[in-house]
Structure formats: C-alpha cells, structure tokens
Nanobody, 112 residues
C-alpha cells in the first residue's frame, strides 16, 4: 500500500523559507517519479514540481521557478521541497504525489 506523509508546513511571513518533507513507503521509491502539488483555499489543485526517480531531472511551475527546489533522498525514501522567498500567493495545502496518489498534505500559510 502506497503511503505518503507530508510534514514541515508552518505559518510564516512573506520572504521566508522552509523545507517540506514527504516520507514514502509501500513502493520502490528510488524508481518512482514524484511530484509536489498544492491547493490554495477555494481553488483547484495546482502542479508545483516534478522529479524523476534518480533525481537527475526536475521541472517547476512558472509561478515557483527560481524560488522552490525539489529534491529527494532515495536512501531515506524521502522527497523534499525547499521553498524560498515565499509570497502570500504560496499559501496552500501542499501534497506530495506518486501518480494519482497523494498524502494528506501539510499546510503552508504565508502572511504578514
């Protein structure tokens, strides 16, 4: 059974930084392409970033390019998302995703 558990979400001010983590289990993590998606209050799901199994290929939504960095530690079965220079528009529930499966999410709130 695929399990994805996100953590690291907090309330912080614009311009701040944080790192989200996603602990994965129930599948071969090292060969699985993974993504981060987010859902802002009252809006639909938005794709944020992608990384291939080996970590050599990444992609980002235009809205976060240059500010967010996706990475993974296959030895720890963990996916990360580094968020820098946060904006109020980044306020959302963040989910890690494998295919169509995702965890329960972690809340990031950016507010002054």
């Amino acid at each position: 059974e695929v399990q994805l558990v996100e953590s690291g979400g907090v309330l912080l001010q614009p311009g701040g930084s944080l790192r989200l983590s996603c602990a994965a289990s129930g599948f071969t993590f090292s060969t699985a392409a993974m993504s981060w998606v987010r859902q802002a209050p009252g809006k639909g799901l938005e794709w944020v970033s992608f990384i291939n199994g080996g970590g050599s290929s990444t992609a980002y939504a235009e809205s976060v390019k240059g500010r967010f960095t996706i990475s993974r530690d296959n030895a720890k079965n963990t996916l990360y998302l580094q968020l820098n220079n946060l904006k109020t528009d980044d306020t959302a529930m963040y989910f890690c995703r494998k295919g169509l499966e995702r965890g329960r999410g972690t809340q990031v709130t950016v507010s002054s």
